[in-house]
C-alpha cells in the first residue's frame, strides 16, 4: 500500500520535447528547482501522485542480459546512488526520450522528472524518481482587475491538475531486480506502448497483481472461447462459472490451482478442456503462470468489471445473475414459440 501524505519533492526540472519526426526541438532548463511555497507543492504533489491508482507493479527490462544497458534505469540509477547526478541524468533521460518521440503521431509536450522523498510502501519509506509528460493545456477564463478598479476577463493557457498524460513513479527498491515501478497512460494504446516499451523499457513484475491478473484472464478467456454456446454451453452455465471464479479469488487469500480445478471447473471433461485451455494462454501470452500464488486484492477488484454476469434476453430484459445455478431454469413454451427462464427466490425486495 502506498502513502504519499507525507511525501516531500525536493528537486523538480521540466524539459520540452518536441516531434523528432516533425522536426520538433529538444528544449534543455538550465536549471532544477525545489518548490518552496507549501500550496504549491500540495498541487504538485495532487497534480504528479494522483492518476497511481492501481498497484500493478513493473519491472525495468535488462538489454543484452544488463539492467545498465537499459537507458531510463542507467539514468535513475545514477541519481539513486547519489542525488547530485539529479540534473544531468534528467537530461539524459529527455534525450531518450526525445530520441523515441519519432513518429508522426506522438505529441509533444513537457517532461516534468521529480525527486521524491519519504513515500510509504509495504517495503518500508524509501525515496522515488517520477518521470512525467504533459501534453496537453486547457484554456482558461482568467479574471482580473484593470487600472480602473473593474473586474475584466481575458483567456490564458495552462496546466489542468487533473490531467496528466503520461506518468511513470520508480521506487527505489528491488533494484538487482530492475526497481519497482509504477505507470499510468490515458492515451490510446499505440503511445502507451511507446511509453511503456520504447521510452521506459519495463516489463510486469512477476508478483500477486501479475499472477491473480493473469490467472482471471485465463478464466474469462476459456469461457469466451471454449465454454461457450458453440460447444453447448448454456449463457447461464457459462456466468455460473465466472461467477465461481470469481467467489474464488474473492474469498481466498492463497490460490491453489488444485482447489480451484475442485472448486470451480468440477467436470472431469471441463477440467481436461481448462488444462489444454492453459497451456495455449501461457505460450500464446508468454506468461509464467505459477500453481500458487498469494492473491492480489487489488488485482480482483481491477479485474472484477471485466467477469460479466448479465444475461440479456431479446430487448425485453436483463438478468443479473449473481447466486447459485439451480435457482434458474430454462424452458421452451410451444404457444408462443418462445423460450423462458424460471427464477426461484424466498423474498422479493
Partial sequence: MMIFLNCRISDVVIHRIGNKFEEGELEISEHPFSPEDEDLVTLMKDY????????????????????????????????????????????????????????????????????????QTDDGTCDAVGIFKAETKDTFIKVFMN?????????????????????????????????????????????????????????????????????????????????????????????DMLNRSMDFFKQTELFSEDSFIHEVVQQPEVIKAFENFKQQYVQTNQVPLTNAFQISDYAVKDEKKYFKHVLKLDKNFHIYIHGLRKYIEKGYDTAKDMSFYKLFFREEE
Fill in 48 to 119: 504528479f501522485l494522483s492518476p497511481f491508482k492501481r498497484e500493478a507493479y513493473y519491472n525495468f527490462v535488462p538489454i543484452a542480459d544488463e539492467y545498465i544497458n537499459n537507458p531510463v534505469y542507467q539514468a535513475v540509477d545514477m541519481i539513486f546512488s547519489e542525488k547530485v547526478h539529479f540534473y544531468a541524468q534528467s537530461i539524459k533521460i529527455a534525450e531518450h526520450l526525445f530520441e523515441q518521440s519519432n513518429q508522426p503521431d506522438i505529441k509533444q509536450g513537457d517532461l516534468y522528472v521529480t525527486y521524491f522523498s519519504d513515500i
Fill in 147 to 239: 487600472q480602473g478598479n473593474t473586474y475584466q476577463m481575458q483567456p490564458d493557457a495552462g496546466i489542468n491538475i487533473k490531467k496528466l498524460d503520461k506518468c511513470c513513479l520508480i521506487f527505489n527498491v528491488n533494484r538487482e531486480n530492475g526497481y519497482k515501478v509504477l505507470i499510468a497512460n490515458k492515451s490510446n494504446a499505440k503511445e502507451a506502448v511507446y511509453w511503456q516499451n520504447d521510452f521506459l523499457g519495463l516489463q510486469p513484475a512477476d508478483d500477486s497483481y501479475f499472477q491473480t491478473t493473469n490467472y482471471m484472464n485465463l478464466c474469462k478467456d476459456f469461457v469466451r472461447d471454449i465454454y461457450n454456446n458453440e460447444n453447448d454451453v448454456s449463457k447461464t452455465d457459462q456466468i
